[in-house]
């Protein structure tokens, strides 16, 4: 059980690259619903990405960013996000 004041451990990335498609942006989004979920972020400047978040706070929110053939550890402010979206993943079942 974490105890406040005392660093937890960072999560580690995914396994697997994210899905090779772009989803559709969304009209009204929150990052938050996205926790450890494949998220595609579109930023206020223009700029977008796969992302996979593992914390967000009121500061902003930190996990990875997948640079095209891996993921980095990657941190941004809240107020930078324009959209996120989270879409459901195929699966073979």
Do not use: H
Request: with cysteine; glycine share 6%; net charge negative.
């Amino acid at each position: 059980m974490p105890q406040f004041g005392f660093p937890q451990p960072m999560r580690q990335p995914p396994t697997s690259p994210p899905p090779a498609y772009v989803p559709p942006k969304p009209q009204v989004s929150y990052i938050i619903d996205c926790i450890l979920e494949y998220t595609y972020v579109w930023l206020r400047n223009g700029e977008s990405f796969w992302f996979y978040p593992t914390m967000v706070d009121i500061n902003g929110t930190t996990g990875y960013r997948w640079s095209g053939s891996y993921w980095y550890y990657y941190g941004l402010d809240s107020r930078f996000i324009e959209a996120s979206t989270c879409p459901p993943i195929p699966t073979l079942f």
